[in-house]
């Protein structure tokens, strides 16, 4: 049974007058709390109301004002509490010729809007600040007009604001446009993450340290080292507020985030031992890697799908040098555990006094291999074939078996 509509237009309608006119209003207002609450959470919730409020520019504006105003939401982007009709570079191009402003950092920059948002919405005669703020300017066209006064000027006053942050001669050193599909606001530069904070971050909301160690292993396979900066993160992108790098961040995940799937790719441990062998070999742990590397030759999901980008940024060849990073990291552990292999199958007596790979979650021990890692992936790397994933046989494994000795010294 199909469920009633529900007459939303007037609702809506009257939820937003209200707010205009508790704005408006020469003294505090019970209730204001809620009507912004109402406004700012219905488009969120139903998809009528949401087109609804599209349809009216005004409500970005209102909510904006508001959301500056009680410093409601995050706070780390530039263009956070600002909804996306509300972009200061469309606005900034009314107001040239203003001085310029030093660029401060995030959280003074946030603090600066709330108390201007303040200044404006505790003043007793708008009318005359507006005068004498705008003073021989026009408001930007692009303002709404059905707006309370406070609001519009308030829109001003961020246009002009960010009109003087950006004819600093060192804007395009800590500012981009948002680097989200389809959106152009302005955007912080964040300084880039560590990989492996970055990937610590992540495991530390799920309370798993073997995570972040797996994680680390295979960005040492991948990079040789645990403390690169991976501009492709999302956590390393410049977005322009928490919505835009939300909706990135969760597709990349999704979709683009490679290295996240190796872990689980290892999964189904090493093949059954073979007749009296109880313990967990490297030889083991070898033929298990070369069946997760056949696997994934035969596996769709291990591919970049560019078609499935809605909001991350990603190109063709942003694509390859990903797929090709994720083959590497592959080939590197399966030449670790060749080598591993091979050293196991000599004499104890000629065996290096080292850690090996013994066990079936060895990969959470990445300070331990780092050398080994570091020594097959020059090996690797110095091989003029190295396309694809490794299936055993290839040249360079070859190359590493016969410094397997040097790898594990």
């Known amino acids: 049974m199909a469920s009633p509509s529900l007459p939303l237009d007037p609702?809506?309608?009257?939820?937003v007058a209200s707010l205009k006119r508790?704005?408006?209003?020469p003294e505090a207002v019970e209730g204001r709390g809620v009507l912004t609450y109402a406004v700012r959470v219905l488009p969120c919730v139903c998809m009528a109301i949401r087109d609804m409020a599209r349809a009216d520019p005004s409500v970005a504006y209102l909510v904006a004002y508001e959301t500056s105003l009680w410093s409601i939401g995050p706070s780390g982007r530039y263009c956070d509490g600002l909804p996306e009709a509300v972009d200061p570079m469309t606005l900034e191009w009314w107001y040239a010729g203003q001085p310029l402003n030093d660029i401060m950092k995030m959280e003074d920059t946030r603090k600066a809007r709330h108390v201007m948002a303040q200044e404006i919405d505790t003043c007793t005669d708008v009318e005359a600040l507006a005068e004498e703020t705008t003073h021989a300017l026009d408001m930007c066209s692009a303002i709404p007009l059905n707006l309370p006064t406070r609001v519009r000027l308030f829109a001003h006053c961020l246009a002009i604001n960010h009109f003087r942050v950006y004819s600093n001669s060192q804007y395009a050193r800590f500012f981009r446009p948002c680097q989200r599909k389809g959106c152009q606001r302005p955007a912080m530069i964040p300084v880039?993450?560590?990989s492996s904070m970055a990937y610590a971050s992540v495991a530390r909301s799920s309370g798993d340290a073997t995570a972040i160690n797996e994680r680390r292993y295979w960005q040492t396979c991948h990079s040789g080292s645990t403390t690169g900066v991976d501009e492709r993160l999302p956590r390393n992108m410049a977005f322009c507020s928490m919505p835009c790098f939300c909706a990135a961040r969760d597709e990349y995940n999704e979709h683009f985030d490679l290295m996240a799937r190796l872990p689980a790719a290892n999964l189904c441990g090493p093949p059954p031992a073979r007749r009296g062998q109880k313990?967990?070999?490297?030889?083991?742990?070898y033929r298990a890697a070369l069946g997760r590397n056949a696997s994934i030759v035969r596996a769709a999901r291990f591919r970049v799908d560019v078609s499935a980008s809605r909001h991350y940024p990603i190109t063709l060849e942003d694509a390859r040098a990903m797929h090709k990073a994720f083959i590497d990291a592959l080939n590197v552990d399966l030449g670790v555990l060749y080598?591993?292999?091979v050293i196991n199958e000599l004499?104890?007596?000629l065996q290096p006094n080292t850690a090996m790979p013994k066990s079936v979650d060895w990969r959470a021990q990445p300070w331990l291999?780092?050398?080994p890692i570091q020594t097959v992936r020059a090996i690797y790397k110095a091989s003029k074939v190295h396309d694809g994933i490794a299936k055993g046989g290839e040249p360079w494994l070859g190359r590493v078996k016969a410094m397997s000795l040097k790898v594990f010294c």
């Not at 609702?11 to 939820?15: H, K, R, S, T, Y």
């Not at 313990?279 to 742990?285: A, K, M, N, W, Y």
């Open 11 to 15: 609702l809506f309608e009257v939820l």
């Open 22 to 25: 508790n704005i408006d209003a």
């Open 192 to 194: 880039p993450e560590q």
């Open 279 to 285: 313990e967990v070999t490297p030889s083991r742990l």
């Open 339 to 341: 080598a591993a292999a």
């Open 347 to 349: 004499p104890e007596r």
């Open 369 to 371: 291999f780092s050398t």
